[in-house]
């Protein structure tokens, strides 16, 4: 019989009584979109299923993330290639933040200084710190900013944008193409709305993107004289919106009106991607109010925090402590909590020592109406040694089929 930690287990159950892709969700194989959806790929895409009530919006393509456990809540057209306008500078500061100096100071170039469209007004030769400009390019959209920027990290746009390329596969966002640093229109400069979201989720982990997306208004101030520039945030859902912190604006004749924006609420950060938009204010704060009212985020373990405990031969320990490699959250349309369900799967003992702190030995996984939508590994919260003067035998009989047992809707599945 092995040792489990019922008060870990009692805690998920209270839990969940109290208390993440495929494609189009037009195309989900439950054809009564009851389940979620799970298509393999990187990273695995989750759709959270259907709700009744879901919005309208006018975008062309739009779709609602949530930040935590990156499930997709609504999605209209999402893998659609679509002119990104300004929106790209979300990639932009980010490389910048990765690569470059705050502190250090820029030379404006003549090419950033002739940049078109949007500009925080740079002249060349003139002088601002890294930082400076990042608040120039997200907040008021400069053009100018991203050219400069980019050419002061990796010493051409060209090279630039390599790194920005580079960087989006890295996120698995694999439908995204750039030409340049701001997102002028440019042959082959394209991104969807899957992968915006899938990208600003990445970037808002960093702090100081997630803190320069989320200020209103500042100034900016050239390093050289007393030239100073009040800056305004062109997202207006930052003043309109409650818990609005972000993202990024995007405006082109060929992009149409486009937003990335970002909520936080109790804890919980929704992402709305909203591209070729009718009105995109309407538009992101309808798809992130339907984030908020109609699911919920469970969190149901912590990482390092005890689950089970298993017993050891030949250690100099008995048993050994169980815990998640990382959190275990889902999302789930409130009302239908019922359907889910945590399982508790564990290697059978006892477990031969030496016992390494990296060896998967059991797994915690949750279901929703009986199919698996989301776990985690358990691994040794410490390491345990072997005793080499400890007899030899075997605690219980290691052929033993795996037997079955629930503890208040929690499932442990023991073998």
Request: proline content about 5%; glycine content about 10%; hydrophobic content about 40%.
């Given at each position: 019989?092995?040792t489990i930690c019922w008060r870990s287990i009692a805690l998920f159950t209270l839990g969940?009584?109290?208390?993440?892709?495929?494609?189009?969700?037009?195309?989900?194989?439950?054809?009564?979109?009851?389940?979620?959806?799970?298509?393999?790929?990187?990273?695995?895409?989750?759709?959270?299923?259907?709700?009744?009530?879901?919005?309208?919006?006018?975008?062309?393509?739009?779709?609602?993330?949530?930040?935590?456990?990156?499930?997709?809540?609504?999605?209209?057209?999402?893998?659609?290639?679509?002119?990104?306008?300004?929106?790209?500078?979300?990639?932009?500061?980010?490389?910048?933040?990765?690569?470059?100096?705050?502190?250090?100071?820029?030379?404006?170039?003549?090419?950033?200084?002739?940049?078109?469209?949007?500009?925080?007004?740079?002249?060349?030769?003139?002088?601002?710190?890294?930082?400076?400009?990042?608040?120039?390019?997200?907040?008021?959209?400069?053009?100018?900013?991203?050219?400069?920027?980019?050419?002061?990290?990796?010493?051409?746009?060209?090279?630039?944008?390599?790194?920005?390329?580079?960087?989006?596969?890295?996120?698995?966002?694999?439908?995204?193409?750039?030409?340049?640093?701001h997102g002028l229109p440019a042959l082959g400069h394209y991104t969807t709305a899957f992968?915006?979201?899938?990208?600003?989720?990445?970037?808002?982990?960093?702090?100081?993107?997630?803190?320069?997306?989320?200020?209103?208004?500042?100034?900016?101030?050239?390093?050289?004289?007393?030239?100073?520039?009040?800056?305004?945030?062109?997202?207006?859902?930052?003043?309109?919106?409650?818990?609005?912190?972000?993202?990024?604006?995007?405006?082109?004749?060929?992009?149409?009106?486009?937003?990335?924006?970002?909520?936080?609420?109790?804890?919980?950060?929704?992402?709305?991607?909203?591209?070729?938009?009718?009105?995109?204010?309407?538009?992101?704060?309808?798809?992130?109010?339907?984030?908020?009212?109609?699911?919920?985020?469970?969190?149901?373990?912590?990482?390092?925090?005890?689950?089970?405990?298993?017993?050891?031969?030949?250690?100099?320990?008995?048993?050994?402590?169980?815990?998640?490699?990382?959190?275990?959250?889902?999302?789930?349309?409130?009302?239908?909590?019922?359907?889910?369900?945590?399982h508790l799967s564990l290697a059978r003992e006892p477990i031969p020592a030496p016992v390494?702190?990296?060896?998967?030995?059991?797994?915690?996984?949750?279901?929703?109406?009986?199919?698996?939508?989301?776990?985690?590994?358990?691994?040794?919260?410490?390491?345990?040694?072997?005793?080499?003067?400890?007899?030899?035998?075997?605690?219980?009989?290691?052929?033993?089929?795996?037997?079955?047992?629930?503890?208040?809707?929690?499932?442990?599945?023991?073998?």
């Open positions: 019989m092995r969940m009584v109290l208390g993440l892709a495929g494609w189009d969700l037009s195309h989900r194989t439950d054809e009564a979109g009851r389940g979620f959806l799970i298509r393999a790929g990187y990273p695995p895409l989750v759709y959270a299923p259907a709700t009744p009530g879901a919005p309208y919006v006018s975008a062309a393509s739009a779709v609602l993330l949530e930040a935590t456990t990156g499930t997709i809540l609504y999605a209209k057209n999402e893998h659609v290639r679509r002119a990104p306008a300004s929106t790209t500078k979300i990639v932009t500061a980010l490389i910048a933040l990765e690569r470059g100096d705050l502190r250090s100071l820029v030379t404006v170039g003549p090419r950033a200084g002739w940049t078109p469209g949007s500009s925080v007004g740079l002249r060349p030769g003139d002088r601002l710190s890294l930082g400076e400009l990042l608040q120039g390019l997200m907040l008021s959209s400069g053009n100018d900013a991203g050219v400069a920027i980019a050419e002061h990290v990796a010493r051409s746009e060209e090279e630039f944008v390599r790194l920005m390329n580079l960087r989006a596969r890295e996120f698995g966002a694999f439908n995204t193409n750039f030409r340049n640093p992968d915006l979201a899938l990208i600003t989720r990445y970037a808002l982990r960093h702090p100081t993107f997630a803190r320069l997306v989320r200020t209103r208004e500042e100034e900016l101030q050239w390093a050289v004289g007393e030239r100073r520039l009040p800056l305004t945030n062109t997202n207006r859902l930052l003043w309109s919106f409650a818990g609005a912190d972000g993202v990024k604006t995007g405006t082109t004749s060929e992009a149409g009106h486009c937003l990335v924006a970002s909520a936080t609420r109790d804890g919980r950060q929704l992402i709305a991607v909203v591209l070729r938009s009718a009105d995109r204010w309407h538009d992101a704060a309808t798809l992130l109010a339907y984030g908020f009212e109609a699911f919920r985020l469970l969190r149901l373990a912590k990482e390092g925090r005890e689950i089970a405990r298993l017993r050891v031969a030949g250690g100099r320990s008995p048993t050994v402590a169980l815990v998640p490699r990382t959190d275990l959250a889902v999302v789930c349309p409130k009302g239908q909590e019922h359907l889910l369900r945590l390494l702190p990296h060896r998967v030995l059991g797994r915690l996984t949750v279901t929703y109406d009986g199919e698996e939508v989301e776990g985690v590994d358990l691994l040794p919260r410490e390491a345990v040694r072997k005793r080499s003067w400890w007899p030899p035998f075997a605690w219980g009989d290691p052929e033993k089929k795996a037997k079955r047992s629930t503890a208040g809707g929690l499932v442990v599945e023991k073998g």
